[in-house]
Each structure stands twice: as C-alpha cells, then as structure tokens.
C-alpha cells in the first residue's frame, strides 16, 4: 500500500507543476531564464525523478532491505517511469489539458 501512495503523490505533484495551469507562471519564467529549465519543469519524465527523491527523503517509499542511497536513487527511477506511463495513458485519452 506504501508503493501505491508513493507513486501516487509523486504523480499528483508532477502533474501539478509540469501541467497546472497554477505554476504556468514559474514555468515560464524557467523557461526565459534557461532553455534546459524550462524544459526539466515541462518534462513529467524529468521532474518527477527529483519528486521521487524528495519523497523518498521523507520516507514515503518503502524500503527495500538495501542501502539507503540505493532506495533513494531507486524511488527517482520508479517515480519517472511511473509518470511516463500516467501521462503516455492520459495523453492517449485525451487529458492533455489541466
């Protein structure tokens, strides 16, 4: 159950920041200030790396028995591929809009 809220948050916060019409204005200042920025902040594959980090620092991923770093970089990688995948289904249904 921990693996499901974990990857849901990290979801819900990507889709946030990347698509919400609330952080259209960081997004573009990003974008005006780094071309690189402004692509990370658009990117759900690339944003929700650092997102699962984050919660994986706050311990909402569950641990797999190995060092911490490897849970750590772990969670990075479950986060992005996760929403990669969210956002190829919502994309193929239509949702593209928030």
Do not use: N
Not at 71 to 93: E, K, N, P, Y
């Amino acid at each position: 159950m921990k693996l499901v809220v974990f990857l849901l948050a990290c979801y819900g916060v990507t889709t946030i920041v990347t698509l919400g019409k609330i952080f259209a204005p960081v997004r573009a200042l990003l974008a005006r200030v780094s071309e690189p920025a402004g692509h990370w902040i658009r990117c759900q594959m690339c944003f929700s790396v650092p997102v699962g980090v984050g919660w994986a620092l706050l311990d909402l991923f569950p641990p797999t028995g190995a060092a911490r770093w490897v849970d750590v970089a772990a969670a990075g990688a479950v986060s992005s591929g996760f929403c990669w995948a969210m956002r190829v289904v919502t994309h193929r249904l239509g949702e593209d809009e928030m």
